[in-house]
């Protein structure tokens, strides 16, 4: 399968899960809300050009906010993820130059330790900006933080069995091929 | 010249970024606002058809429960049908008056009108649902929604065969409310944190409260008519230095399974707001 084509597959099932799976699980706590669906972000190949990336960021957070009635939400937060990716990925892997022989970011091209440190970076980043959002409207300041703190530690569970259930194996590029 | 070309070609990447924020919080304050955004309506169209299909599986595990739901209001609507009310033989015969006063003038003020519930969520602090009745089918915003148990929410947004609906669990979601009881007036809203609860605020310190008492709508909300059911007082949070009683009040619509509502449209709602309207304007 090409990547286009995966990609467009993951967009959609990606929100899907999110919509009909996830936003339906009955209420754990009020600061417990299970968000999985900008791994679909994290995933995306290494050489999407920046624009590229922030625009797709947009559409994808876009389409999500349509579903749950708070258009600019997540594309708001989505966006701030893709902006950042680029930065988080040259801190990390600068030394190993995994960007040129692998296609995306995963446990095999990044190895466990960065790749882990990329994951919890970004879903700090996305949550805190998402809960910050929806702070400014209501709620208190134990609110954002119990938030930010509970819905994080859901994602990187949900992030990590995703990882171990769907295991993406990923092709060494050498410059001959 | 060539440096702000320089300076924009440099720094491309966070201007970009920086316009797609400003697109996407803009869009975020004008509906929290005013509740319409770009594209609101075909998206709506196409979201509520996706809801619709998920419903189809979703509403196969509820078919009992409905069931029941409907059976048991059907059997509240038979005790009140004018049959019922017959005195034995007698002259003075209990007769429901139908005739109007000026036949040209319509008298029924509230029209219900039933939709399917295809999209609901209560995991957010921004709860809606999608109802399966658009524009085309006689919906407009500003419209109160219940279902056979109580009260709902409030009609935001239509698309042409699909309408948005916003619940009673929204933080931004206000009704006013009464006290079946003594009468008196307050307002119920939702503090996020269990849909199962929502707070009822301004009712005086005077008004007798017990726990179990039934909270209705009040006719004052003119989403409304009068003695629609809202809730029972769960618990009674007696704040010593307010005047006014703060209360837990359980929602009498169960928003984890509710299937069917009713749309309700006040036929005199735009004339009342326009008198209402027109007065302040008068007194500022």
Request: glycine share 6%; charged share 20%.
């Amino acid at each position: 399968m090409s990547e286009l084509l995966k990609n467009i597959v993951r967009f959609a099932l990606f929100i899907f899960i999110q919509v009909f799976i996830l936003f339906k699980i009955p209420p754990l706590h009020r600061f417990i809300t299970p968000y999985l669906y900008y791994l679909f972000i994290l995933w995306l190949p290494f050489n999407t050009s920046r624009s590229g990336l922030m625009a797709i960021a947009f559409i994808f957070g876009l389409s999500l906010d349509y579903f749950t009635h708070t258009p600019g939400l997540h594309a708001a937060a989505c966006t701030l993820v893709a902006y950042i990716r680029p930065f988080v990925i040259n801190l990390l892997i600068s030394q190993e130059g995994a960007d040129k022989s692998y296609a995306s970011p995963s446990i095999t091209s990044m190895g466990w330790a960065p790749y882990g440190t990329y994951v919890l970076v970004l879903t700090l980043f996305h949550h805190t900006y998402l809960v910050f959002l929806e702070w400014m409207n209501f709620g208190s300041f134990l609110f954002f933080l119990g938030k930010v703190a509970a819905t994080s530690a859901v994602s990187l569970l949900l992030i990590f069995l995703t990882e171990l259930l769907f295991y993406r194996k990923e092709k060494f590029r050498t410059n001959a091929a | 010249m060539r440096n702000v070309f320089l300076f924009i070609r440099r720094y491309s990447n966070f201007i970009f970024f920086l316009v797609l924020q400003i697109v996407a919080l803009s869009f975020l304050f004008r509906y929290n606002k005013f509740h319409e955004a770009a594209f609101m309506n075909v998206a709506g169209e196409i979201t509520g058809k996706m809801d619709e299909k998920y419903n189809g599986v979703e509403y196969y595990f509820q078919l009992k429960r409905t069931n029941q739901q409907l059976v048991s209001e059907n059997e509240k609507l038979h005790q009140l049908l004018k049959e019922n009310y017959e005195i034995a033989d007698s002259s003075r015969r209990f007769m429901m008056d139908t005739l109007r006063i000026d036949s040209l003038r319509k008298i029924q003020k509230y029209y219900y009108l039933a939709a399917k519930v295809v999209g609901n969520t209560v995991s957010s602090q921004a709860n809606f649902l999608t109802i399966h009745r658009g524009s085309a089918q006689g919906v407009k915003p500003n419209m109160g929604v219940v279902s056979p148990q109580g009260i709902v929410g409030t009609v935001v947004n239509v698309s042409s065969n699909y309408s948005s609906v916003m619940s009673l669990l929204h933080r931004q979601y206000k009704v006013v409310v009464k006290l079946k009881n003594g009468g008196e007036r307050g307002t119920v809203e939702w503090d996020g944190s269990n849909p199962l609860y929502v707070t009822l605020k301004d009712i005086p310190k005077s008004a007798k409260v017990s726990r179990g008492d039934t909270v209705v709508t009040s006719q004052t909300s003119s989403l409304f008519p009068g003695n629609i059911m809202v809730g029972t007082i769960n618990d009674i949070m007696d704040d010593k230095s307010s005047n006014f009683f703060t209360l837990r009040v359980k929602t009498a619509t169960n928003f984890f399974n509710v299937e069917f509502v009713y749309v309700i449209e006040n036929s005199q709602y735009d004339e009342q707001k326009k008198l209402e309207d027109s007065t302040r304007k008068k007194f500022q």
